[in-house]
């Protein structure tokens, strides 16, 4: 991937030869980010920030760059240089960039690869023979696709108000793909028949509620709310769901193994129906999940808003503004999701029988009661935001009068002192109490000052 939006930035840094500011963005950011800046760049640019670059960083920023950007990047770099770069790559990855070369680019990394130091040549020309005397691979049987895919499939049926495991694939039954990887997901796109894209949506965690239709298969993407206590940072957030109907069966996708989908693994759910019912009451299931979760959100935002009002401190205002992120997750995930409610109701060929179209009206009631939950607690909470901002700017205030308060009253006596220090005749100069007079007129005009103050209450809290 190359994104080019610090292009100008970077030929900027190169034109100026800013040599310690490129250095500092190779390495203070991970190397795949790194790669998709510099991967815009053209090959002499990119040759010239990594030649700028320590070698293991820029072995690692090169093992991110794609194929195009390493291609170009060999063919200008130093026979050397290109050789080191090869060999920091992963074996893995090294394998599979020599094996989508043609074979004209394959010959030409074998001439690099032979000018390369002999503790270097070895491995690299044992990798490339073994890629070039790899078969190609044959295609997959059904058999064998049903075979490499079945680890990630969990098998149910949904019958007699329960839902229970069975062992294989039947009509009218419920399949949960389960952590797949984006090796296999062309493999279960073709065991079950259905785009690609279908799968690959439903992993996206920026995808947004919605319906499509495609092949015969009708995905339906639902976004469900989701708490993750490794986060710190956000501990409530969104992720899709997909729905897939295809060939009488229900196809279920997600990122998260702990989903809403597991409590009707554990048949925590009433009443579980298959069909067109089950997509409902996952949705459904997940809108009284928001509900729950906002509730908690406010629970925790009046905890902290307590602490707040006893000690001022920055963690509680940084807790405040994580909270106040997932609602606005969660409000722009409940719109996508009543804005999909919306178009199933038209959708043709879904059916809504009574209790399909009772459940449904439900769930756009608690859907949109969730909105304006979500809503409500945002206002509050940014409210709340600016009034202790207001407070701790108040309070600084304060702090700052009284300390100017302070610094007046003791610039006073210094001011006194200063003239009667000074090398000139002054009155009282030969008085015996001349000291002890000086010190009554200091003390004089500071609590003078300090009468100043407490009458204007500058020093008030």
């Known amino acids: 991937m190359k994104n080019p939006l610090l292009v100008p930035e970077l030929r900027d840094m190169i ?33 010239e920030v990594l030649g700028l670059v320590e070698s293991p960083e820029r072995a690692a920023i090169f093992a991110n760059l794609d194929d195009d950007a390493r291609l170009a990047l060999i063919d ?21 960039f020599l094996e989508r070369l043609s074979d004209e680019q394959q010959a030409k990394m074998r001439a690099i690869f032979e000018q390369a130091p002999p503790e270097e040549a070895r491995p690299l020309l044992e990798t490339l023979e073994e890629v070039i005397e790899k078969p190609e691979p044959g295609e997959m049987t059904a058999e ?33 793909i389960v952590e797949p990887t984006k090796e296999n ?55 899709p769901i997909g729905i897939i109907l295809a060939n009488g069966i229900t196809i279920t996708v997600c990122s998260k193994p702990q989903s809403v989908l597991r409590a009707f693994m554990d048949n ?62 969660f409000t722009t995930s ?35 009661q969730a909105i304006e939950m979500a809503n409500i607690y945002s206002d509050i909470l940014s409210g709340m935001m600016d009034a202790f901002a207001s407070v701790i700017s108040n309070n600084l205030n304060i702090v700052m009068r009284l300390l100017t308060s302070i610094t007046i009253v003791i610039t006073i006596p210094v001011l006194v002192t200063g003239f009667f220090g000074m090398n000139v005749e002054l009155p009282l100069e030969k008085e015996p109490y001349a ?20 009458r204007k209450r500058w020093l008030e809290p």
């Open 144 to 176: 064998e696709i049903a075979s490499e895919v079945a680890e990630h499939l969990e098998c149910f049926r949904v019958a007699g108000g329960r839902v229970e495991r069975i062992a294989h694939i039947e009509r009218g039954c419920w399949v949960n």
């Open 76 to 96: 200008i770099l130093d026979k050397e240089v290109a050789s080191d770069l090869m060999a920091a790559m992963p074996e893995e990855a090294r394998m599979g």
């Open 15 to 47: 034109a100026d030869n800013r040599v310690e500011d490129l250095r500092a963005f190779c390495t203070s950011t991970s190397p795949d980010v790194v790669a998709e800046f510099l991967g815009a760049l053209t090959a002499a640019e990119l040759a």
């Open 185 to 239: 997901l062309p493999l279960i796109a073709e065991h079950f028949k259905i785009p690609l894209d279908f799968l690959s949506a439903s992993l996206d965690i920026d995808e947004t509620a919605r319906i499509e239709v495609d092949e015969g298969a009708t995905l339906f993407i639902v976004k469900a709310p989701y708490f993750d206590e490794s986060n710190v940072d956000v501990l409530y957030f969104t992720i």
């Open 268 to 329: 925590q759910v009433r009443n579980p129906a298959g069909g067109h019912r089950f997509i409902l009451q996952i949705i459904f299931r997940s809108t009284l999940l928001f509900l729950q979760h906002l509730k908690q959100l406010n629970n925790a935002a009046s905890v902290i808003q307590k602490k707040l009002e006893q000690e001022s401190r920055n963690q509680q205002l940084i807790k405040l503004f994580n909270i106040e992120k997932s609602l606005v997750y």
């Open 435 to 454: 000291f002890l007079a000086i010190l009554g007129l200091c003390a004089a005009l500071g609590l003078g000052a300090v009468a100043y103050f407490q």
């Open 334 to 368: 409940l719109k996508s999701n009543l804005l999909m409610l919306d178009r199933l109701r038209r959708l043709r060929g879904f059916e809504l029988n009574e209790e399909n179209e009772d459940l449904l009206e439900d769930t756009l009631t608690e859907c949109k």
